[in-house]
């Protein structure tokens, strides 16, 4: 028991630790992009987790179709791959027609036909499949890029490519979220007991909508990256600077954008960073306040102060 509880404090220690990491990493840099969207709603982003990552998947799936690929084709071959425990924890809620294919210690055996309905938007098994969706049409457009000869052609080739590795790269991202999820649950002695649905995003719009599904606990830099993924979504960056607090800049400028009749995108950029580094001092002197006086106060409880 009491290897137990230290290793429970352990893993405590560790998470506060790198939670703490992360926020001194964001706040150590600056990032400013112009991005390009085409019929902006300028909606904000939901505050509950499990709606941003169905909207992302959504909006994931929507660009893949926009490429012109067979969405519902690419996903009646999916295949969901389940430990013999996993199975089991999920029989109360297996749709009638589910391919699962059973993990087992003599191999994987092949269950009942899924179609692409049964794969809940914003799960973890969504984001796996829409990940080997663009991994292979990348592949794909890699061996066209290399017989095109066009320059126009090769441009709009590339344009893809990027677009459909940033679906690819973000959704391993997402993926790794779950993941750590799930070893948190894990860690905390939670190993028989937890809902595999729950932490795997297996629930319909409807229900995360009506609340009645418990909340998708994340850890703060967790949610500020679904934020950055949400925000960006799958459209096309025209310019980007990054600052760091050593005095590092580095700035990114398309080409598209690349002469005097875009000079209006440079001053809204620029007007940008003036704005980003202005909030920047005020949070940076903030915390240096809070420092000085937790400081102050333990030297005076001292004496020494």
Partial sequence: MFNKFMNLFSSKQTDTRNQEASFANRLLQLEVNIVLKDAMTA???KMEPRQVLMDI???????????????????SC??????????HSKDSHLQ????IFLKTDEGITEGLEQTH????????????????IADSEIKILKI?????????????????????????DMSDHIKEIFKSLQKRYESNGKRDSYDFRNIFNEYGRQ?????????LKLYGHEINLLRKIWDLGNEVILMQSIITLDGDVITRVS???????YRYLYDIHNAAVKTSISYWKILIGLVKDVVKFFTDTGLSLLGWG
């Avoid at 890029?145 to 090769?154: F, H, I, R, W």
């Avoid at 080409?255 to 009749?261: K, R």
């Fill in 144 to 168: 066209k890029l290399a017989k095109t000869e066009n320059e126009d052609s090769q441009k709009e080739l590339n344009k893809k490519i990027v677009s459909l590795t940033r679906i690819r």
């Fill in 43 to 45: 909606l904000p982003m």
């Fill in 255 to 261: 080409p598209d954008v690349l002469g005097d009749e």
């Fill in 78 to 87: 999916f295949m969901n791959v389940r430990t013999e425990s996993e199975l």
């Fill in 96 to 99: 009638k027609g589910t391919k």
């Fill in 57 to 75: 998947a959504r909006n994931y799936r929507t660009s893949l179709e926009g490429m012109g690929i067979d969405m519902q084709k690419e996903y």
């Fill in 207 to 215: 229900e995360v909508s009506d609340l009645s599904v418990p909340p």
């Fill in 117 to 132: 309905e049964d794969i809940p938007t914003g799960s973890y098994a969504s984001f796996d499949r829409l990940r080997e």
